[in-house]
């Protein structure tokens, strides 16, 4: 069986080639990369979210991700308020300029996958969402290794 055949090389390789597309069109035309933009949507989903959680559940060390909010507090697309019911907590969220960069960032992918999904058709679409769904849950289930616990509502 050749990689092609192989699903699990399939899957990575995939998600390699869309990550370095993706990444490209988003410093071409928002200047952040592909990682930042992921932090972006975590805390537009949760801003109360600490960068341990934003770590694990995006599969990056705690470093990374605390040098990418460096990056995004610097382009003025996030603030760092300390929690006035836990001092030394610090609570991350993203300015009004932070959530129409990650819409626009938003915007840009889906148009830039666009004809790639347009020519699969709604229903593989449909079908490829429900299946890479039931396997993420499946492999990032309790007690697996790299398992994640998202807060993402995955």
């Known amino acids: 069986m050749g990689p092609a055949n192989n699903l699990s090389y399939l899957i990575q390789h995939l998600a390699t080639v869309i990550g370095r597309q993706s990444d490209q069109a988003l410093q071409e035309q928002l200047g952040i990369g592909l990682s930042q933009f992921k932090i972006l949507m975590v805390l537009e989903w949760n801003p109360r979210v600490q960068q341990r959680a934003i770590a694990d559940s995006l599969g990056q060390t705690e470093a990374s991700i605390s040098r990418q909010i ?38 840009i992918l889906h148009r830039n996958l666009g004809p790639e999904f347009a020519g699969l058709g709604d229903d593989q679409v ?6 890479l769904q039931k396997l993420h849950r ?5 007690g697996r290794t790299g398992a994640c616990d998202h807060q993402l509502g995955l």
Request: contains cysteine; charged residues 20%.
């Open 70 to 107: 460096k990056l995004l507090k610097s382009k003025k697309l996030l603030v760092i308020k300390q929690d006035p019911q836990n001092r030394r907590r610090h609570i991350t969220a993203p300015t009004t300029l932070g959530m129409q960069v990650t819409e626009a960032a938003g915007n």
């Open 126 to 131: 449909m079908q490829l969402v429900t299946g």
């Open 138 to 142: 499946m492999v990032c289930r309790p």
